[in-house]
């Protein structure tokens, strides 16, 4: 199997390092996990994927009859994982289907069918993925975020163009970046020991049109043994990222307003994002069992029409993924 046959390489490395290191004196050496994530050819992993947050948005005295407005938004997705083809270099191509997906938003309608984002659902599409669980062709899913990116615009343009609320990026967050805590480790082959932190970067899904990053800061934090095997708690801490890497998903395109709360509103200044984050990946197995992000962000923004004053915004955000069988 592919993901033993990097284990061994792994094994072989180390080995050999430690080896080399046999003869200093007095020097310890900490105890290494090797992380690879290992599919069985034809096999089904399916993943439950939530993405929810509350909205405080307090207005200027003099902007709105009503100081505070409270929104809330989040989408359930069901995804269900198949690996088609595991080559001879260890690179593996999946099929990935989008089972399900129910988007809610209040005020307003509880179930929002008509939020762009359940454009993914029951649309397949494959990726390829390395050992180490990066993904190195994701062309197309891109393509379907382009289409579900065009599914938020009014269709009459009488008006102009007129892009409504959706949940698109919180479809991307939950996606594009499958497998970020072990794929994000610098150097692989040299195993991660407990208390060993390593970077990344991730999105920031939000209601308003943003392109924002959040830095994170993962750690092994203990293994633990079960009945499905060796378990590694990885932990993580966000921060505000200064940047967004520029090969993330461009959505929209050209000029056009938005609708709701949120198109009367313009400059959006991120000032702080605190959180932290907890994931349960399985060694033996080499596939996340299940992760749980929180994260606040707050912001400052400008109102439209030449009016004075900067609405406070509080985002409490929350992400989480669970393996339903396998």
């Known amino acids: 199997m592919k993901g033993l046959k990097l284990k061994k390489a792994l ?34 992993l399916r993943y439950a994927f939530t993405s929810s947050r509350e909205i405080e948005t307090r207005w200027p005295s003099g902007s709105s009859e009503k100081s505070v407005d409270n929104d809330f938004e989040s989408v359930e997705i069901t ?44 649309k397949s599409y494959t990726f390829t993925v390395n050992p180490a669980g990066k993904i190195v062709d994701n062309s197309e899913l891109y393509e379907l975020i382009q289409q579900a990116g065009k599914k938020a615009f009014r269709s009459s343009t009488k008006r102009g163009r007129i892009k409504e609320p959706d949940m698109i990026w919180d479809y991307i967050t939950t996606q594009w970046f499958l497998w970020d805590s072990v794929s994000s480790i610098e150097k692989p082959a040299d195993g991660v020991s407990i208390g060993q932190s390593w970077k990344s970067k991730l999105s920031i899904p939000t209601p308003m049109v943003m392109r924002q990053a959040r830095d994170v800061t993962y750690t092994l934090d203990e293994i633990t043994q ?82 004075s004053g900067s609405p406070q915004i509080t985002i409490k955000q929350r992400l989480t993924m669970k393996l339903l069988e396998g």
């Open 11 to 44: 094994v072989f490395l180390i080995s050999a390092a430690l080896l080399t290191l046999a003869g200093c004196e007095g020097k310890k050496e900490e105890k290494k996990e090797l992380f690879s994530v290992d599919f069985n050819e034809n096999r089904t």
């Open 79 to 122: 995804v269900a994982y198949t690996p088609i083809k595991v080559d001879l270099y260890g690179l593996t191509t999946i099929k990935a289907t989008c089972e399900s997906i129910r988007a809610l938003r209040r005020p307003g309608s509880n179930e929002t069918k008509g939020d762009a984002v359940v454009h993914f659902g029951d």
């Open 226 to 307: 079960s009945g499905k095997g060796r378990l590694a708690v990885i932990k993580s801490i966000f921060s505000h990222a200064s940047s967004a890497p520029g090969g993330w998903p461009i959505l929209y395109t050209g000029k056009f307003r938005m609708s709701g709360r949120f198109g009367f509103l313009m400059r959006y200044r991120i000032q702080e994002l605190t959180g932290e984050g907890k994931e349960i990946f399985n060694i033996d197995a080499g596939r996340i069992e299940e992760y749980n992000h929180n994260y606040k962000i707050k912001m400052k923004a400008s109102l439209r029409m030449g009016l």
